[in-house]
């Protein structure tokens, strides 16, 4: 037991590995399938454009992941935050107003989803539950209210959805995660509550604290996330959002992301993730695979990542 | 544990590929369409046309893919087909885009989301679009100018009557001719298909008029899932149901759970399985009235790329696109179903479809000088079952 | 000389390139109690877990009961008579200790595919009679229970009347003084009924007191065989130390001295604090002293410990370190004190992360600079107390998960040296670990002593507490019965007394 350290070693490599092999693989293939088309100018720039809101959502999530929680709000957090982006801009003529609202928004968001799940004792995903039904319901309510079935931006938001600027935002919101996870406190922290919580609050840390920041963290993000998709669409409704806390998860377990969080966590999940994902949806596209096939394809690479970066402890004894 | 890993890993590797590779090949073979064979004297050209279909099921799906299948040869098209949103526009952007970034000249759509920033993108992609099965509702209503009045949209052909109304009075008289007493509507929310509440107001105004006495209850909406049972349990005395939402897949299943296919069911839509079997005197007799549009409506966006691709356009083309309306397959009595069921939609056979692609050929303006737009709009009212 | 029940013939264990196991041999009769000893990664559990059937062997032959003997799984071992009682806890959280009892037995007490539950609790309960155990009843939640009667399930379970061979894997460790009591009884119970035991074991004196055999391993090989009369010979100790360590570790096993001197400074103070299973607990400790608290599992020195860290609530009374209050372990850690746990893998230490993450835990405030925090610092951090306290280890990003139980240790002791921590709360700081490093431990705690670092040391070895404390506080009932002052008379059995 105590000299399976070359082979746990060698294990460990896989997953990363593979999540880095799932990316080249979808690369390789789909580049002959689609006879080149993946690498003209025109799908990067599409690509990098669909990337754009995964990448600064899912950057954002690793922080909630690597604990080992999930936040499913992010869907209908997303919703409202586009609404209303939109309503307040075409109220104040500011975009920096619409932006600040939401910003102000997320960030109560992410106290409530650290703060109470932690003071009433309750799992996270039960706050994550309680805000997606709130913000769903706010998002009909708004929607209703405006008695229209989607809501259109009235300020020129071309510079803002330029794939020049998407890039931009994609390398500072990279940056900042790239930095706060590697080289300071709170991500090590929440690798370390991941791991195991007990043990790092018996090392002096107030865990608490740093639950409630990695989730303010990720509401800026996702506020961000928000403004980059509405920038694009230039319009949201009542389905805005819809699916995104699921393509977040999907993303990040393409990117060999344990749903466990812990040590094992790393930020680049998240960036390779996402376009691993993109990549396979846009792949499929551009090889012009029927669609009952892609759910087929997706579902099988989805599988083989999944078994191979989320393994179970081996057990002592076979029950 | 390892080893089996491995494997399972090596059998998802071998089966994508095989996968890709059997379809990529596939889509090969069609290029190699022989244009000039006897028969066609026009000379055609090549387009790629991108598809995007609102769901990736259901009888209409497999209509509008055996239909395109059938004439893609004659009218030297090629088609990709991706599954738009129902519900998010960045969604339906990153699918336009994927379709522009394989070759797509001309993109048909059947949603309406996301209309403005996909026709930005097409617009930069000098890619044209145009609709069907779909009227373009909040876009006309909200952004007409932007939308219709864009140089890259051509128009759209509805399912159905843009103003749908006809179908929700046509019902409510065969109600009022059988004499039900109580009735319940279905429709989906009203923020995804606004005119099904019109549909309905439209019924219940005719009902009135009638048979005053009959008793219609508050209309329910089906959040895009199955009806709820406890619906049947709350109006025991129902005898007829009009579902202006997708009845066959949302309703008659519930309907044969709590045993009581002995409600009329009205519905639209239609999936060419129990709704057969069961219509009229049939079956159970429980399907009462269907209706739904015909694939061949396609070629309406189809004829208006093809001639924008070409460079040729009708001489009484309008400045501003329209949208059109097609004759639906109503189906209201034996009769209808048993036309109905000689048709493409039902049978998939090209040899049952109302235009052979010689037909297309001809009502291009590309194709055929004399044709004209009004013959185009014309043969949209030729899709019904008389 | 028994009948022979297991012969172990040349077998050799090998992980990739390391060796594990080397030809070894060895025999195993009726009526035997025979001890493994050797210090961590020497090979004793890779042995017992090769013919308990979790492990295949690479080379090599066993013979049970006179037959080839190639079990597949611990199951089958245990139908067969070779039951195995691991050192790491294996109950089901959830279920009644009656189910834990019979997991994979529950057909025994099933009819028409229900199970019988009340008939399943009457058989539990003559079980646990048969053992001694009165204070759990078949019926009662497993999680109810502690560690340590945790632990006691396992050993019922473990045992039946088929079973020829028990094998006890560091399981003392686990248990308190009571607790050992049952399972010696176990033991002798498997002897006088002509079975043999298999007994690792870290604590020498439970070994030279109960093997009637003795096998010395080091680096995967036999170095020396005992025998009873040498076993109970004077210099036993000395000589298997000398074949555990491979070289005369001498007779300075604890602090040499016995001047139990202190600078006046009061470091930690507990005033009249009172809280959960402590009562009215006073005590002063001071720059450069070590105190030992020793006591029963459940007399409350424990708990005493948290309360010093901030992580139990307290009632009543005060701790205070240097005029502040401790009530929070962020309020502790502040006040440099730090704690080593009991449960070294559940509160101490992050398995599943490097040896560095583990070191640098307690310090990132202190290392980081505006929010900053360079990783050449944390690795040089780490590396100072790796190679401070020469935890083997291939580099600092080696998981702790794959270090010996010693390493492990070491890492936790490092923790709080790399904080620069000037109080040390360590409970029980030696459990589970190997003779070699206990000196070594030793060594470094005393020398935290004459650094001026204060230190109390809560422990169930009275060997060490003895050996090691300026001050020893005996504990009973929540309360303190003693205080012993250091000196070189003060015997085990002086303080037991106190104790029960």
Known sequence: ?319 | MKLKKMVALGLAAVMSVSLLAGCGSSSDSDSASTDGTEGTKVETKHHKIGVGLYTDQGQSVEAIHAYLDGIQDVIDCEFQYVTLSTYDEATNLSLVQDLISSGCEGIIMTADMGTNSILAECESAGVYTAGFLCDFNQSYATAHDEVFGNEYFLGTVCDGYAVPTKYGEMVAEKVAEAGYKNIGVLTFPSWAYPNQAEVDAAFRAKLKELNPEANVYDTVELQFSPLEETYLSEHPEMDCLFSVAAGASFVYPILVGAGKTDIALYTTGFEATDDIENFGTNGNGCFKGAMCSAAETIVYPLCLLIDKLNGTQYADLPEVSERVDCEPYIILSNEDMDKMQKTLTCTLDMADAVFSGEDVLNMCASYNSEATYAGLVEAMSKTGLN | MGEILLEVKKMNKKYGPIVALKDVDLTISRGEVHGLVGENGSGKSTITSIAAGMQPRTSGEMIFLGEEWNPSSMIEAQHNGLSMILQEANTIPGCTVAENLFAGRENEFAKWGFVNSKKMNKAADEILDKFGITHMRGKDPIDQFGFEDRKLIEIARAVDDKTEILVVDETTTALSLEGRQILYKLMDDMIKRNKAVIFISHDMDEILEKCTILTVLRDGEIRGVLNEDEIKSVQSLGTIRQLMVGRDIGDKFFRGDFDSGHLDEVALEFSNVSGPNVKEFNLQLHKGEIVGIGGLSGCGMHEVGKMGFGMENIDKGHVRSGGHEISSAKEATDNKIGYISKNRDTEALILQGSIDTNITMASLADISKAGFISPKKKAKLAKEQIDLLEIKCKSGKQWVNTLSGGNKQKVSFAKWIAKGSEIVIMDCPTRGVDIGVKQAMYELINQMKCEGKAILMISEELSELIGMSDRLIIMKDSKISKEFTRSESLSESDVIEYMI
């Open chain 1, 1 to 319: 037991m105590k000299k399976h350290v070359s082979m746990v070693r060698f294990s460990e490599h896989i997953s990363d590995i593979l999540s880095y092999g799932g990316l080249v693989l979808c690369i390789v293939v789909f580049s002959i399938l689609s006879q080149g088309r993946l690498f003209n100018a025109y799908n990067i720039k599409i690509l990098v454009q669909a990337v754009c809101v995964y990448a600064i959502m899912a950057m954002g999530a690793i922080f909630i992941y690597s604990m080992g929680y999930m936040d499913i709000s992010v869907g209908s957090q997303v919703g409202v935050y586009c609404i209303l982006c939109i309503v307040v801009t075409n109220k104040t003529g500011s975009l920096l107003a619409g932006f600040l609202t939401i910003l102000a928004l997320s960030l109560i968001c992410g106290l409530i989803n650290g703060y109470v799940a932690v003071m009433l004792g309750l799992p996270s995903i039960v706050t994550s539950i309680f805000l997606m039904s709130i913000f769903g319901g706010a998002q009909l309510l708004i929607m209703e209210k405006l008695a229209i079935n989607s809501i259109s931006i009235e300020y020129d938001m071309t510079f803002f959805k330029s794939t020049e600027f998407m890039i931009f935002v994609i390398v500072v919101i990279a940056l900042i995660s790239i930095y706060l996870y590697n080289y300071t406190q709170l991500g090590e922290y929440v690798k370390s509550i991941g791991a195991n919580e007990l043990a790092t609050s018996y090392s002096g840390v107030k865990t608490v604290k740093w639950k409630v920041l990695a989730y303010v963290f990720f509401g800026i993000c996702v506020a961000v996330g928000a403004f980059m998709l509405t920038a694009r669409t230039g319009s949201a409704g009542q389905g805005t959002g819809t699916g995104y806390a699921m393509d977040i998860m999907v993303a990040l377990l393409l990117g060999g992301m344990p749903l466990s969080g812990g040590m094992k966590s790393k930020m680049s999940s998240s960036l390779i993730g996402s376009f691993t994902y993109v990549i396979l949806s846009n792949g499929l596209n551009l090889a012009g695979v029927k669609v009952e096939y892609s759910y087929v394809i997706k579902a099988v690479v989805f599988l083989a990542v999944i078994l191979v970066t989320c393994r179970k402890k081996d057990g002592v004894l076979p029950r």
